[in-house]
């Protein structure tokens, strides 16, 4: 199988291609390197069956020209940072482009298979209950959210109009070695600087599931193979939730701190457009047959233990 990657340099885009690589499959990395790092990708550079293109996915010609001959597209390239949109809400429209120069570019060149990574923020601030995926109206509150959405809408409008088939992963917060941004590297960074204080955005009631990153690639993989729908969606997560708090104190006892106060800023989010909570319902894939082996809090604890470990 012949398989094109956007984004395959950066954080959960390197970690697929290692699992698709390890299954022996042809891959293509297409990547401007804006938030991916060559370094995550530099251990296939001499496999035969991996080839790297470094290109922007708003050049129209080039991804038409690259992408020809192959089977599937995981299209996992976006801006990565959910804060960032309230700063430059043009990103949003970068991103929605991005996805409809990748979709025409497959239809302009018979390929047929296109596997996206979308995010819980397409639901908006919904009640707390776990939340399936036909809830709505999808009301996003973040511009990260809805451009995530509006290249749903792309997805599922092109694989109708053009005999084309989608899959759809609705992302918990991952994290894991590899991560650059979210809430595990800002503290531990805060706490390099300064060892006694921890400064905490919002209430630090925060709470939200996160998911591994390799558990993360398993799972896109796994509902690739065991469905075949038209349009195939899934939330992808675990059943429970982890606090900022308790994060917190997670990040500050794998650093072997002590004495450390905690500080709020204050308020139910940490930013304009944070969900203060949500919890997912995965039932949908999980009787497929894939499930988590590891619960948020476990999560959260060995994604800080690998950071701390490798060094970044």
């Not at 022996?24 to 080839?51: A, C, P, Q, W």
Request: proline share 3%.
């Amino acid at each position: 199988m012949k398989c094109f990657v956007t984004g395959g340099a950066g954080f959960i885009g390197s970690h697929l291609v290692d699992k698709l690589i390890e299954k022996n499959y042809d891959v293509t990395v297409f990547d401007n390197l804006s938030s991916g790092k060559k370094e995550f990708i530099e251990h296939h550079m001499k496999n035969d069956k991996f080839r790297f293109v470094n290109a922007d996915l708003l050049d129209k010609n080039v991804l038409s020209d690259e992408i020809k001959d192959n089977d599937v597209v995981f299209h996992i390239a976006a801006n990565p940072d959910v804060r960032l949109g309230a700063k430059k809400p043009d990103i949003a429209i970068k991103d929605i482009i991005a996805t409809y120069n990748l979709l025409d570019s497959m239809r302009e060149n018979d390929v047929k298979k296109i596997v996206f990574s979308s995010s819980s923020t397409i639901y908006g601030e919904t009640p707390a209950f776990p939340l399936k995926e036909d809830y709505g109206p999808l009301l996003p509150i973040s511009v990260y959210g809805a451009a995530k959405l509006a290249s749903e809408g792309l997805i599922s409008s092109f694989c109708h109009s053009f005999d084309m088939q989608g899959w759809i992963y609705r992302f918990a917060n991952v994290v894991g070695v590899r991560g650059t941004h979210g809430v595990l590297v800002d503290f531990i960074n805060k706490l390099r600087k300064n060892p006694k204080e921890l400064e905490i955005l919002g209430d630090g009631r925060q709470r939200k599931p996160y998911l591994y990153v390799t558990e993360c690639v398993d799972g896109i993989i796994f509902g690739f193979k065991k469905s075949n729908d038209e349009i195939n969606f899934f939330n992808l997560g675990c059943n429970s939730t982890t606090d900022v708090t308790r994060i917190g104190e997670l990040v500050t006892d794998e650093m072997k701190l002590e004495n450390v106060n905690f500080s709020y800023t204050g308020g139910k989010r940490g930013w304009k457009g944070d969900v203060p909570h949500f919890q997912f319902d995965i039932s949908k894939i999980e009787k497929l047959g894939w499930t988590p082996n590891l619960e948020s809090d476990e999560v959260v604890r060995k994604a800080i233990k690998d950071l701390l470990k490798s060094g970044f």
